[in-house]
């Protein structure tokens, strides 16, 4: 076999060449096209003349935060790679100092590029006949970086990171660039904030949170050696394996460059050697599966939050680019939801279903004057692990699982979710247009136990002939009924005689106005101008709703008018800590605008206090209400509406007082036709009243301001 080894002449020669070498790729970074080509170089010249003189660095993707309204309970994060950017004050001195002996001893000697390295590499690769020594300085490590998490295609981040002649004459020549440009300490700084430290870790605080689970200013000195190790192979490296023997050398060998630099002392070096590798490794919450610890009860919430944030054209043209920016671009979210309601919410709707039962049982609870949404509970984990859960409802697919007690479906509202039957509660939509109308609250008509109405409808339980012919859930009902009296005892033929007299369509414009959305094709015909003025039965809530939806409307009511779009947040901050803005104004603000005037809503509101027991200011209720147990419970100023659909599939009640607004339903997701039945029929209105009742505990019992003369009689 013939020894490939260089002779005593050889090394020689090899020496003055690396020499040359080294002159010239410093020549030609420092004169980019005449020095090689001068010198007959010429693919080197070719190859430098198609590279940038400037380092385009685009901002790495960084982690999003999200957090309950006090800015300081986490919910959860957003990220495709975990990193957060930290100035070099908030980081440990040691990883500096460990970074700098482990990677490049002569950082602060070259300027970018290290020719005694370069010469170095050149001959261990000659005698060793292939690639077996770099020569990449710290500078020349972060080019590559910056190139890597510019990259937006496969191709380019191969040219980022392949081993080839160009690459590395690209990043010497960048790495010139940056010297010029940056200080020492500011390129550490962005080294240390870009380089992996595996476990999808990217920069040194998440390194520091990912191994130890503390800040990266708290490093102590083996700690910072042990996380400066791995930057060469995180995977060679990992301490996280049972075996530790290779993690435990690299980390020793750091801590003997720091000695050999003068960057600690030797009994430094003696006790930081004798530690043993104690981890304290964390997971870092990630999307809305993993909503922080205790709180994953707050998934439904985050859930919908996700999904207002791909709505809104601020983050992006496209669905894909606002999520994108949603994992990459480190923003800071205070949202809006309040973990002391949420708390008592959810142990309401457990009190009354738990999650093993296949009815689902919801509540959400919004700021009237924002639309900010505080709380969304439902008897449900927002969870992906649905291997154990129950049986479907419905006998004809008990082969099927149902989605209790883990599920991911938006229960509450947001996403594709296709909502429930409200029931009565849609009376409050006819209420509001006949007072829209200039009808007064007094306004009167005999509301027999069955009504011929004027809406034509196929044959069905509910006809007479070719009318529909609704009636009353009570014989007792019949009789001479006001809008107090129709909305407290939810007298439907009373309110289908007060839809035809201001017009369906006017109802189901309202509806509109009030942010409902329609989701199935039936509804969506029904709700077009030529069919709307027919839709008799949506006075009686046929149509589907989310409770979002629904409990916005009555919050609207409660604002007097002024309807708000619903809202998961109160603040959104980009990186650099201002806040995001879209056409002038921040994104998280209350968008807001009045669909009705406050004579009208305080007029509907007069008509709500009948349901709750509470009573109206103006008129007379007319005998009990259906949810007397509302004001009852709370003791102050509150109004609000059932909602009972056909055969008691659904049970709905929606509450509010000047302050808050909340909306709670008992429903099967899984299978609409299951009857909820007597025993459930009420829990929705319990829930709402303690809710309310704990949530505004030490607040002022504010009072509703009767509405005018004009709409009273």
């Not at 690639?131 to 972060?142: D, F, I």
Request: include cysteine; hydrophobic fraction near 35%; aromatic fraction near 8%.
């Amino acid at each position: 076999m013939t020894d490939r080894r260089p002779t005593a002449a050889g090394r020689v020669a090899l020496l003055i060449r690396a020499g040359l070498i080294a002159g010239l790729v410093i020549a030609g970074l420092a004169y980019p096209f005449t020095a090689l080509a001068g010198m007959g170089i010429k693919a080197g010249s070719d190859a430098l003349e198609d590279m940038p003189e400037r380092l385009t660095e685009t901002p790495a993707a960084q982690t999003t935060y999200v957090y309950a309204n006090d800015g300081r309970t986490p919910l959860t994060m957003f990220y495709e790679e975990y990193r957060r950017q930290v100035p070099l004050k908030d980081m440990s001195p040691y990883i500096a100092q460990a970074i700098v002996a482990s990677e490049d001893t002569r950082f602060y000697e070259h300027h970018g590029v290290d020719v005694k390295g370069v010469a170095r590499a050149f001959v261990a690769n000659q005698q060793a006949g292939g690639v077996s020594q770099g020569a990449s300085t710290l500078t020349m490590q972060y080019v590559r970086m910056a190139l890597r998490d510019s990259a937006r295609t496969p191709k380019q981040a191969l040219e980022a990171t392949e081993q080839t002649t160009t690459r590395k004459l690209r990043e010497m020549r960048l790495a010139v660039e940056v010297e010029q440009r940056l200080s020492k300490q500011e390129i550490l700084q962005r080294y240390l904030n870009a380089a992996y430290f595996g476990h999808r870790a990217y920069g040194i605080y998440a390194a520091s949170e990912v191994f130890f689970s503390k800040p990266a200013r708290d490093l102590t000195l083996n700690e910072a050696a042990l996380l400066a190790g791995l930057v060469k192979a995180p995977s060679a490296y990992d301490p996280a394996i049972r075996d530790q023997e290779a993690a435990l050398q690299r980390r020793n060998y750091v801590i003997d460059q720091m000695l050999k630099i003068g960057s600690i002392t030797a009994a430094q070096a003696t006790s930081a050697k004798s530690a043993r590798i104690k981890l304290r490794l964390s997971t870092p919450p990630n999307d809305c599966v993993s909503v922080s610890g205790r709180h994953n009860d707050w998934g439904f919430f985050c859930d919908y939050f996700k999904n207002w944030w791909k709505e809104q054209p601020a983050f992006g043209r496209t669905v894909q680019d606002r999520e994108e920016k949603l994992r990459r671009g480190g923003y800071r979210v205070v949202t809006s939801i309040d973990p002391r309601i949420q708390g008592y919410a959810m142990s309401h709707v457990l009190d009354k279903e738990s999650r093993n039962s296949p009815f689902a049982h919801g509540q959400v609870v919004i700021q009237p004057g924002t639309g900010r949404i505080v709380s969304m509970a439902v008897n449900r984990r927002y969870s992906l692990q649905q291997d154990n859960n129950g049986r479907h409802s419905d006998r004809s697919q008990r082969d099927v699982r149902g989605n209790y007690p883990n599920t991911v479906n938006p229960l509450l509202g947001g996403g594709a979710m296709a909502g429930y039957q409200a029931g009565s509660t849609f009376k409050i939509f006819t209420l509001l247009a006949a007072l829209q109308a200039g009808l007064p609250l007094s306004t009167s008509f005999y509301a027999p136990e069955r009504f011929v109405s004027k809406y034509i409808t196929a044959p069905g339980p509910a006809t007479c002939g070719t009318k529909w012919c609704p009636k009353n859930s009570s014989k007792s009902m019949t009789g001479n009924q006001t809008m107090w009296s129709g909305f407290g005892k939810s007298v439907n033929t009373y309110f289908v005689q007060l839809e035809q007299r201001v017009g369906a369509e006017k109802a189901v414009a309202m509806a509109e106005k009030l942010g409902l959305r329609w989701r199935t094709a039936v509804d969506r015909k029904l709700a077009t101008p030529e069919h709307a003025s027919g839709w008799g039965a949506f006075t009686l809530g046929v149509s589907d709703a989310t409770p979002v939806e629904i409990a916005n409307v009555f919050a609207t009511v409660a604002a007097e008018g002024n309807y708000c779009e619903p809202l998961p947040v109160l603040s959104i901050r980009g990186p650099n800590g201002k806040e995001a803005t879209y056409q002038g104004r921040p994104v998280a603000a209350p968008r807001c605008h009045r669909v009705f005037s406050q004579d009208v809503a305080r007029a509907a509101t007069d008509a709500a206090r009948c349901p709750t027991g509470y009573g109206s200011a103006r008129g007379s209720c007319g005998g009990r209400g259906t949810s007397e147990m509302v004001y009852g419970t709370m003791r102050r100023p509150v109004a609000g509406k059932s909602g009972t659909t056909d055969k008691n599939k659904t049970a709905w009640f929606s509450g509010y007082t000047p302050q808050l607004a909340a909306s709670a339903f008992v429903a099967d997701p899984d299978n609409p036709e299951h009857n909820v039945g007597k025993g459930r029929s009420t829990i929705s209105k319990y829930t709402v009243a303690q809710t309310l009742r704990d949530a505004l505990k030490g607040q002022p019992k504010l009072k509703f301001t009767p509405p005018s003369d004009k709409l009273t009689w």
